[in-house]
């Protein structure tokens, strides 16, 4: 990794592409809003979570948990489990942002699946950086506007129950999660995963399930990294 300059080709191809993926995913965040005062957060919970939690699945998990009719807490562990993997977006990009103090404090409030994306194959330092920030600024002002506006829009139809608008909750994480399962191995984690939660759920408080089917994730994980190659 060097400290080269960018020429100003350079720039421009990383900005135009860190802005493309920022209006891509930042306009997800009607489907948030949306499904988020259909759980029963209000309109000023709900933009606070996207405002303080800032990333989608493990914002999508609580509200999923609420949904359900799940504690709280459940939901909010479900969150911070999902988050955890930002933590080690944080120890690979730490030494390729090469940031510290302030600086480092305020890159973390972005470090998400995209910024991290954009930012992490480049081969100098600036690419890296204007990467990270054109990406994680633009997800997360507009993530917050789109999800100020479908939570007014939610709000303004009144309880969105009556037009199922409940189940969206359920098909927004699936649109999440479909992605990541092209290979074998996370299809089988994931019916492994949803045979597990489907078991539980008559027998354990709503929220515990997901928790349950997070468990086979990491096992499975676990086993992956001690297998012999």
């Known amino acids: 990794m060097t400290d080269s300059p960018l020429d100003p ?14 209006i891509a995913t930042g306009a ?18 709900t ?61 973390a409030q972005v470090l998400i699946d995209e910024s991290t994306a954009m930012s992490v194959t480049r081969e100098t330092t600036p690419a890296a950086r204007l990467g990270f ?3 994680g600024v633009s997800v997360f002002v507009l993530w917050n506007l789109a ?3 479908g939570a007014v829009a939610g709000n303004a139809i009144g ?8 189940a969206a909750v359920g098909a927004a994480f699936l649109a999440l999660l479909w992605p990541r399962l092209k290979t074998r191995r996370n299809q089988l984690v994931a019916v492994a995963a949803a045979a597990v939660a489907l078991g539980t759920v008559p027998i354990v408080p709503a929220g515990v399930p997901v928790l349950a089917a997070a468990a086979v994730a990491l096992l499975a994980g676990i086993l992956a990294k001690d297998a012999p190659r």
Not at 9 to 17: N, S
Not at 38 to 44: D, E, M, P
Not at 70 to 75: K, L, N
């Open 9 to 22: 080709h350079e720039r421009t191809a990383i900005i135009r592409d860190s802005l493309g993926v920022g």
């Open 28 to 45: 997800y965040g009607v489907g948030f809003g949306a499904v988020s005062v259909a759980s029963g957060l209000s309109v000023a919970q």
């Open 47 to 107: 933009c606070a979570l996207s405002f303080f939690v800032f990333t989608g699945a493990s914002q999508f998990a609580l509200v999923g948990v609420v949904a359900a009719g799940g504690a709280p807490i459940s939901g909010a562990l479900t969150a911070l489990l999902l988050g955890t993997r930002n933590t080690l977006y944080g120890l690979r990009l730490a030494p390729l942002l090469a940031w510290s103090g302030w600086r480092r404090a305020l890159g």
């Open 133 to 135: 920030l054109t990406t």
């Open 147 to 149: 999800t100020l506006a």
């Open 159 to 166: 309880d969105p129950r009556t037009y199922g608008l409940d």
